[in-house]
């Protein structure tokens, strides 16, 4: 078995890290209020202006998140360990 370097090692971490907040996600989902950054149209984000929302995030809304961060976390793992040299 071949040593890991310290990038493919900080990519598995990082790689657990989103596949446990998504567990967490999907077994113990809560409805809550994020704010989010929204660029203008017409170009107002490359002008360094943006407007902030809150979202309501509801339990379902929530297991599709925990969803997307379990296949980025496998995705990112995959990535770390079997990318091309």
């Known amino acids: 078995m071949r040593k890991l370097s310290s990038t493919e090692t900080g990519g ?16 113990r989902p809560r409805e809550m209020v994020m704010l989010r950054a929204a660029a203008q149209p017409g170009g107002g984000a490359a002008l360094g202006r943006q407007e902030s929302y809150f979202e309501s995030v509801s339990r379902k809304k929530c297991r599709v998140y925990g969803s997307i961060a379990i296949a980025m976390g496998s995705g990112l793992a995959f990535l770390a360990l079997y990318r091309g040299k």
Request: hydrophobic share 80%; proline share 0%.
């Open 12 to 27: 598995l971490v990082l790689a657990g890290l989103f596949v446990v907040a998504g567990i967490v996600g999907v077994v």
